[in-house]
């Protein structure tokens, strides 16, 4: 068990595709002076746009068992298969040294092994589509993944669906605006400030 209160930290955790990143995002721009992005670590290869330091730090794999062999992660996961991805320590003590709430985008796997790491300092969020078919549709539109990749990612959302009473609060991302919203309001009685 690492304790590390009284830091906090906000968990937003989803099935890919039902909107997590567009919610951490949004709040991130909202507090950029209280809240501090955890950028997590994997061996993915990098998809065009994307900047190492910015969207994850790019570790071969051969880094990455390495660091894990080294105990430098809190949490990490095979994904997918042969796809890793996880959280080192240096993150968090550099988010906490510049005095930030960390905010993690992470897999529900992840974001219950970081629950169960950091305590009592974190509020876990659950965002969740309307239901099963536009979380589906919203996977097929991103064209990000082969198919085998896609099937790979339907089969992993429907069983990370069961997981939501395992957090705080569960965020139903229907209408957008309204997500978002809500996030805020959950996010400014954590932080204790105004919502505006």
């Known amino acids: 068990m690492i304790h590390l209160s009284p830091k906090k930290c906000i968990i937003i955790t989803a099935p890919s595709g039902a909107g997590k990143t567009t919610v951490v995002r949004h709040l991130l721009k909202k507090w950029p002076d209280k809240l501090g992005f955890s950028i997590s670590a994997t061996n993915r290869p990098r998809r065009s746009g994307e900047i190492d330091g910015r969207d994850y730090y790019f570790l071969t794999s051969e880094e990455f068992h390495k660091k894990v062999d080294t105990g430098d992660f809190v949490e990490y996961e095979e994904v997918y298969k ?5 959280t080192l320590r240096s993150e968090l003590e550099r988010l906490w040294e510049e005095n930030k709430v960390i ?5 529900v796997q992840g974001a219950l092994k970081i629950k169960k790491n950091l305590d009592a300092a974190c509020l876990t969020i659950f965002i969740k589509p309307p239901d099963e078919k536009v979380l589906i549709k919203r996977l097929k539109e991103r064209k990000t993944e082969s198919q085998e990749d896609l099937q790979s990612r339907i089969d992993k959302m429907r069983n990370e669906l069961s997981y939501e009473n395992c957090f705080d609060k569960i965020l139903v991302n229907d209408v957008l605006e309204e997500t978002l919203a809500n996030a805020e309001l959950l996010i400014s009685e954590f932080l204790g400030v105004n919502k505006e």
Request: no cysteine; hydrophobic share 40%; aromatic share 30%.
């Open 82 to 86: 042969n796809r890793f991805y996880g």
């Open 103 to 107: 905010v993690f985008d992470i897999d």
